[in-house]
């Protein structure tokens, strides 16, 4: 097992990683004894994990409750279902709320813990690599409202977050290689050394070994938990965590979130942004085409579909309050692992790299 | 204009308290300009004070919400309306939610800003004495679930709280008294100087002479302003605030919220505490008559009706999940100004002390 401190003083906690974690969970954090437990699941994880985790929980007094899987449910009628359940089995203030399953749960379930009486502890348990290597850390909550995502929500910190990396074994293919987007953006931006780690260690991650998947899960984290440390409420540098993000937002909205998994339109979106970087002159030549190789290796898309119209990527960026500052905000790239916010591209510019992203034709 | 400061950390503020402030904001706090500012008010208040308010916010872009007026409003379904007002006039994290009226308007603007877009800044300018002196210090916003007060919410603070006296001229007498319990209580518990300066000043306070209410408040504020800092999240000394307040919220309870203001009921609360505290030889004798001519001059309630069983007072107080924690944590005093938290009162002496704060049959 490994663990990476979250260092947000008084809100400071632990993320343990390893494999076998959920048949012992007592090692990995402490509950007292005799409180109440709500563990918040889903349809798809419930069946595969709940049941190892209560018999896990000694001497607690575990309730739960499993909501239907998808990001349509991310709502402020399932955020609703949490609270009644907590009022239902009498929570009080020492009662903790588990979340067991993706980043869905993981939102609903964190905002619940946070609105109940001003707030009562949580402890994370994400099972899909998204959520383990990114929804893990940073204490981002909410649930969507229907003029925009995450409308509503607040910054709550768990008290302890549990990956366990055997939950891992169970995640369909796409949704893996979606994952590793996000590991492949935060050593793109900040950690050439990890970079060249994941280079090396592609075959071993993509057979899922436990050892690779550990050691890549830890070094995410930890990645991201310097940037969290830095800027807990997002005001500055955590920007750089949006690497490829601005463009592949927009390729979901035009696509109407129907095409893409949100890993693979921020893979494209970082092959857009890689190149940008390149025709700035900000960055070395050939750091596209590196970034393409590894992502490629993860199974993930590179190019932006030919049906799709440069200008209606702009268009939706420009659109697009949160992305506006994406427009004159972008996250680019100095040299491998060394992520900047830029605001001084231009649109024929940006235009330029969306076209080298399409295929020829 | 006086000034006392929130000491916070990154979350401190200033509350500015003065007459006149509401035609001159911009001297009390700055809101950058061009930006939107969006004002959270109540039927009864708007009519008397939005428009000065907007007038004095020169050089931004002023948006308005005006609820109904009363504590039944403070749910969900209001929450949501300012959180669709937010989307409406299209606000960014840079929007600044500003609250005009009482508590109830607090809780729920409060509790907007703390959950849109995972918290936007917020200003209170609290009309009432009560929020004034009490809701305007220590973060709490939220709303009430049908199954319990203040169900849902988060400790949120205000980046400022302005103060203006001049609004308490239209305040209504019984509410004016109401306010008047939460200073007493403060003084009662942690400041005997104080309660000794309001002795003293009574018939000026009664008169709402501006420099004697300016001098009150601010006194009042500051004194909840070193709890709060001692302890933002009422985990520990926080609960002498709650002198009076068990016995209060189980009367209000059995009279079913309709015969009393919550500060009327904590006055009668703190009777029965200051006479538990005597009968328990925590306290000099005296204490508890001296505490009576007080809120008599206040025009407060000091009896408990006769028709009311104090055994049932006991048994609410036992049924009510926050109230447990009161019968064994009740705030009583060891001295005039020196509240205690105390769990060896036991059921005879708290029986004693409520049958005590009858009239005599």
């Known amino acids: 097992m490994q663990t990476v401190k979250i260092d947000l003083a008084e809100r400071s906690y632990m993320v343990s990683i390893g494999s076998g974690l959920l048949d012992d969970v007592n090692a990995v954090f402490d509950i007292p004894g005799a409180s ?12 595969l994990y709940l049941d190892r985790l ?34 239902e089995i009498r929570s009080t203030r020492d009662t903790t709320l588990i979340t067991l399953g993706g980043g869905v749960v993981g939102d609903l ?26 929804a893990s850390v940073g204490g981002k909550t909410g649930f969507n409202h229907p003029r925009g995502k995450n409308l509503i929500g607040a910054f709550h910190q768990p008290v302890a977050v549990m990956v366990d990396i055997d939950t891992l074994e169970t995640l369909p293919a796409r949704e893996f290689s979606a994952g590793l987007a996000e590991v492949v953006k935060i050593a793109a931006v900040r950690d050439e ?53 601005s463009f592949g937002h927009a390729l979901e909205t035009l696509t109407h979130y129907r095409s893409y998994l949100h890993g693979e339109a921020v ?8 190149r940008l970087s390149e025709l700035r002159g ?22 932006l ?10 268009d939706t960026m420009k659109l697009d309050k ?7 905000r972008l996250i680019l790239v100095k040299s491998v692992g060394h992520g900047i916010i830029d605001s001084t591209s231009d649109i024929p510019q940006i235009a330029a790299a969306i076209k080298a992203s399409q295929p020829e034709t």
Chains 1, 2 share one sequence.
């Open 36 to 47: 109440t437990v709500l563990v918040i699941s889903n349809e798809t994880v419930a069946p």
């Open 54 to 87: 209560t018999a896990s929980l000694v001497g607690v007094n575990v309730q739960s409750l499993v909501l239907p899987d998808g990001e349509s449910y991310k709502t402020s009628e399932y955020w609703s279902q949490i609270i009644d359940k907590l009022i």
């Open 109 to 134: 379930g964190g905002f619940a813990a946070a609105s109940y009486m001003r707030g009562i502890n949580f402890i994370q348990i994400p099972t899909s690599l998204l959520a383990q290597v990114d």
């Open 193 to 245: 050394e990890f970079l060249t780690w994941l280079e090396n260690n592609s075959p071993a991650i993509m057979a899922r070994e436990p050892e690779a998947l550990t050691g890549m899960i830890s070094r995410s984290i930890a990645n991201k938990a310097e940037v969290v440390a830095e800027d807990e409420r997002e005001a500055g540098v955590r920007a750089l965590l949006n690497f490829g993000h």
């Open 267 to 274: 893979a494209i979106g970082m092959m857009i942004a890689s």
């Open 282 to 303: 900000l960055c070395e030549a050939g750091f596209n085409e590196r970034l393409g190789k590894l992502l490629q290796s993860f199974n993930l898309p590179l190019e």
């Open 305 to 314: 579909p030919g049906n799709i119209d440069p200008d209606d990527i702009i």
């Open 322 to 328: 949160k992305v506006i500052a994406g427009l004159t």
